[in-house]
């Protein structure tokens, strides 16, 4: 089961402001895999996964940009019809509390990956028998 | 008309002769019984022997609010606290309200005074009084009430809020004169609008006394236009008596404050030199009849001037201008004073938010504080980030009694204080 370095950034909910973070992205020559936005009004987070996050986090630093850097959960699924299905069983019958979640879809287009926020990340790294599960998904 | 004709036209000559005698009294009374005066006057080379003409108060030391904080709850008192009949407070900065005590004699003067104000402004035993101020702790709901009481007018207290049982009162009752904030007046407006003019037909209203609040000229002209009453203006705070302590009269050029009650003095609130009358200054306020705690020239940190020259009334006690502002920080909002530092210290309560803010005052009486998420306070979850606006506006509810809009912004948003920072922005146009 991979784990995945998330990026989360603190953003006011402003005109220009996800473009002050997708620039120290690409000034770095970070490329984006996914990226997701909760918002409660007049600010939000904003979760991207990134190809290079311990340079991505440093340089949010450096810009003065409120950044977090956690582990989430990457499960890859079957790109076609009841493929989320498959991994949603999984993590029912798991008891997995998940924060947040959202997909990531390849060039490819073979597999899609599902990103998986849980609260207790160590937990699901434990559980050898859903790892397995995911394994043999 | 007067309510005490002889005590309102004293000769100035007479007024002064009243004021060195009660001076001196009370001088001596805090000499003799606060071991706090007696060593600011000893601190200063003066005892209560030095007065001898009205101009050697100068000698005298200043009251700060500081003052007030250090010796809470009671040690100002020159009696015993139970001695005392009434407790109110006034906002501070360390956390423990400035606490005023009074005599029953205390209040019967604070109530006479009243009673003069209204007196002067046309209330008879005729009148319907609603009192519009929140009684409890803040003078402005208790003693208006006993002044109104002593003039005999009917006194509807229905404090502030719940606008449509306050237009049913004014209604039914007939209430001919209100007593309100000018932020309150200003929403109690809107409310009267929407209901029509033949709903303000019905009504019997005349006067409003606006107080506990600086407004403008403006300010005034509207409420005056939109309630279709005549607004007289009110001075006072709690260390004084609360409300009342100056007012305007009929002729609404500058409010009367009452010399047989208080020494005035102008003072230049960088160097603390007198200034003559007409200049503007701090103004600085001596109790000349308290009982229970006397204050010897109590530093208001309100800015105003003393007008020169006789008032067409024939009422001899001086006027000062509307209030220009303030020497320090504090800001008063729907009638309650806050200080910059309460905000500060309920925010420095809760862990990692650092001391990087803003407080921002709008029209209709809207704060905001914009407080910046530092990385410690930030775990990318947002509803955590939720929980702390929530628990943020809870605990500054709970010290200021107002409930605020907390900010969330990010980091370098705020300009990083250098020195004194700016930390108030008051947008309200009420000086």
Known sequence: ?137 | MFWQKELETLNRSRLEALQLKRLRETAARVYGKVPYYRKLFKNNGVTPAHLKALQDISKLPFTTRDDLQKNYPDKLLTIKHHDTMRLHTSSGTTGKPKAVFFTRQDIDVAANNIARCLTMTGVTKKDVLQNMMSYGLFTGGLMMHYGAEKVGALVIPSAIGNTERQLMLMEDFGTTSIHLTPSYALYLSDVLEKKGREFRKKLKLKRAYMGAEPYTEETKNKIEKLLQVKVYNSYGLTEMNGPGVAFECEFQAGMHLWEDSYIMEIVDPKTGKQLPDGESGELILTTLTREGMPIIRYRTRDLTAILPGKCKCGRTHRRITRIKGRADDMFILRGVNIYPQQIERVLMSVAHVEKNYQIYLDANDKMTVKVEITKKLFDGDLDKLKKLQLDLTERLRAEILIRPNIELVEPGTLPVSEGKAKRVFDNRKIY
Do not use: C, W
Not at chain 1, 53 to 58: G, I, R, S, V
Not at chain 1, 60 to 67: D, M, S
């Open chain 1, 1 to 137: 089961m991979p784990i995945l370095k998330q990026l989360s950034v603190f953003v006011q909910n402003q005109p220009g402001k996800i473009e002050r973070l997708t620039s120290v992205l690409a000034e770095n020559k970070i490329n984006i895999l996914a990226l997701n936005i909760a918002s409660s009004g007049e600010y939000g987070v904003i979760k991207i996964i990134v190809d290079k996050p311990e340079l991505a986090y440093k340089k949010y630093k450096e810009a003065g940009l409120t950044a977090y850097l956690s582990e989430v959960l990457g499960i890859l699924m079957q790109d076609k019809p009841g493929g989320l299905h498959e991994v949603a069983k999984i993590i029912a019958k798991n008891n997995l509390n998940v924060e947040n979640a959202y997909v990531y879809v390849p060039k490819s287009r073979k597999k899609a990956m599902l990103i998986l926020d849980v609260r207790d990340i160590k937990a699901a790294k434990k559980n050898i028998a859903f790892a397995g599960k995911l394994k043999s998904n």
